[in-house]
């Protein structure tokens, strides 16, 4: 028993590390009103295991404390992580194929109002909300399925259970 919590807070651990380190080594496009957050594609990992969940939370919170964004975006911006997290656990029985869907969502209806009332960006909130969604939909939707197939070719090494 010890040793399951051994290992979910490992990986819990390694992935919030990984998520800080792809959003401070991609700083110029994974912050602002136009973002492609390459560390969004870690988002499907909620489908391979529950402690992406607080790694994916643990890991934007990070992130954005590091890359100078606002408390509001830091405390927001984690929560639609954490949602979009979530999401594509509850889902990972139904299709491999929804997994991204979650995290697109609570990113794009979440993000541009913390970019407009947090950072005052003049754009309205349905072009934010386009800018953001598309970002999504390149981070979560193509990188995050491609990862996504990748990994499930080496699940049983990489994600195995104690």
């Known amino acids: 028993m010890k040793e399951n919590k051994v290992l979910f807070m490992a990986q819990a651990a390694m992935i919030a590390a990984i998520y800080v380190v792809l ?3 991609f700083a110029p496009i994974s912050y602002g009103a136009i973002q492609a957050r390459v ?3 870690l988002t499907i990992l909620p489908y391979f295991t529950p402690a992406a969940i607080p790694g994916l939370f643990i890991g934007c919170l990070i992130a954005n404390l590091i890359g ?4 509001l975006d830091v405390v927001c911006g ?24 979650p995290p697109i969502l609570a990113n794009t209806l979440i993000v541009p109002f913390v970019l ?7 754009l309205p909130i349905p072009f934010l ?7 999504e939909i390149a981070a979560c939707g193509v990188m995050g399925l491609i990862l996504l197939a990748v ?12």
């Open 23 to 25: 959003c401070i080594a």
């Open 39 to 41: 560390a969004e594609a």
């Open 68 to 71: 100078g964004s606002i408390m």
């Open 78 to 101: 984690s929560i639609a992580t954490l949602i979009g997290a979530v999401g594509t656990w509850m889902l990972r029985r139904k299709s491999r194929f929804l997994a991204p869907i």
């Open 116 to 122: 407009r009332y947090g950072y005052g960006e003049p």
């Open 129 to 135: 909300m386009g800018t953001v969604g598309i970002g």
């Open 151 to 162: 990994l499930e070719k080496y699940r049983r090494f990489i994600f195995r259970t104690a």
